[in-house]
């Protein structure tokens, strides 16, 4: 089993940045591939970014690519996504999610653990 906790989200300006960090505890928690997903009100939850075992390899949405960076401290145990450049349609609420695979995952339903969430809320 692995437990993962997200924190960091929170109310920020259009074209402020967060960095929210996911803490993953439990059996081998640093063998697991890692991803962020969020679901905005009303909408169903959407992929991210995504990284691989190792962090060697990375994958973002459309919709952040050029301005979200997602990394790993494998020694912390913790997986974090750095949100620049935010807009309004960032809003959601963040969930990070982990599987016991090496290679990089996009969709959801490969993913085995999921954290509770938190909330970014971007105001314009």
């Known amino acids: 089993q692995v437990q993962l906790v997200e924190s960091g989200g929170g109310l920020v300006q259009a074209g402020g940045s967060l960095r929210l960090s996911c803490a993953a505890s439990?059996?081998?928690?640093?063998?697991?591939?890692m991803g962020w997903f969020r679901q905005a009100l009303g909408k169903e939850r959407e992929f991210v970014a995504a990284i691989s075992w190792s962090g060697a390899t990375t994958h973002f949405a459309d919709s952040v690519r050029g301005r979200f960076t997602i990394s790993r401290d494998s020694a912390k145990n913790t997986l974090y996504l750095q949100m620049n450049s935010l807009k309004a349609e960032d809003t959601a609420i963040y969930y990070c999610?982990?599987?016991?695979?090496?290679?990089?995952?996009?969709?959801?339903?490969?993913?085995?653990?999921w954290g509770q969430g938190t909330q970014v809320t971007v105001s314009t």
């Open positions: 439990g059996r081998t928690a640093s063998s697991y591939a």
């Open positions: 999610a982990a599987a016991q695979v090496l290679k990089l995952l996009v969709r959801q339903r490969d993913y085995e653990y």
